[in-house]
């Protein structure tokens, strides 16, 4: 089968590398323009570019998928396109001119966590099972008829970038599958029920500001959740603090006001939540170096039983 991938971040480049060990042949590789980066804002180059320019595939990365300008090379070169994380929304020619259409691979059990974001949503909101997705593209978000779905659990303690990569590798061996059932005529696409979706947004900046007034393992998954983006934050005396390392915690006797943090049994940090306790393992200061959670208790000369409070 004659491919066209689509896709652009880390998490495409299990998928384009599995097509190209395949029996398939990948004809070109669109992605996203190139964008600055880091202080310098140097034009960086994407994950799925470098493997294809490595791998000596045409690559295209225009501003707009224009008809008129694209549709010859999809005609003659393309019986499918395979779409993971391209990061633009196809117009309708491009997905319904190849014969076997546009197939995406999405990391959810659809249609469960149709959106941007499922993998960070998934964890944020306790579950404990997901899974990768093949379907058809159609004109809604995450819409299309289902094609293959392979379920993995969520460890009680993975992260989003960890959890990611897994479905980065699942989803590349489910879309190899997919494609050869297709091609050998069968696979029965079958639609979605509606009635069972839930969504998952793009993230913001502001959904990792932490809400103290929350349980300590709703906090915790989303410290796990928003690694490594945005991260979870919260201020103390106006400066910013990051959360990095975080897990629920037996509370100690006394009971304090959500968002004090304490110093505990040599050198614990813990935060009082609505519900529970939260014990910081690792911690960043505005400006400064990440660090241990006791060593910032330390700077702070909090003695045993003492408290502050976090998120003013």
Not at 282 to 307: C, H, I, M, W, Y
């Amino acid at each position: 089968m004659r491919l066209l991938f689509m896709g652009t971040p880390g998490f495409a480049v299990p998928t384009l590398r599995k097509l190209l060990s395949s029996r398939h042949r990948v004809s070109g590789v669109f992605t996203q323009p190139d964008r600055p980066s880091g202080r310098g804002r140097q034009l960086a180059i994407g994950p799925v570019k470098q493997l294809a320019l490595d791998s000596g595939l045409p690559v295209y990365q225009p501003d707009r998928l224009a008809q008129e300008e694209w549709k010859p090379l999809v005609e003659t070169t393309t019986d499918a396109l395979v779409v993971v994380a391209y990061g633009k929304i196809l117009p309708s020619w491009l997905f319904t001119l190849p014969s076997f259409g546009a197939i995406n691979v999405h990391a959810s059990l659809l249609p469960s966590y149709r959106g941007a974001a499922p993998v960070p949503w998934a964890i944020v909101r306790g579950e404990t099972r997901t899974g990768a997705t093949t379907m058809r593209i159609d004109r809604g978000m995450d819409t299309g008829d289902l094609l293959l779905q392979k379920a993995v659990d969520i460890g009680p303690e993975e992260t989003a970038a960890e959890l990611q990569d897994r479905l980065s590798v699942l989803g590349a061996e489910l879309l190899a599958e997919t494609l050869d059932l297709l091609e050998a005529g069968q696979l029965r696409p079958r639609p979605q029920d509606p009635q069972l979706a839930s969504y998952a947004p793009m993230l913001k900046k502001s959904d990792g500001e932490i809400d103290w007034s929350r349980s300590s393992r709703q906090i915790f998954n989303r410290v796990r959740a928003f690694d490594p983006w945005p991260g979870t934050f919260t201020y103390r005396s106006g400066s910013l603090l990051r959360i990095l390392k975080a897990r629920p915690a037996a509370p100690p006797v006394q009971r304090q006001a959500a968002g004090s943090l304490c110093r505990w049994d040599s050198g614990r940090a813990l935060v009082a939540c609505g519900e529970g306790w939260l014990e910081l393992l690792q911690v960043q200061p505005e400006n400064r170096k990440p660090l241990a959670a006791s060593d910032f208790l330390n700077g702070l000369r909090l003695q045993t039983g003492q408290s502050i409070p976090l998120g003013d």
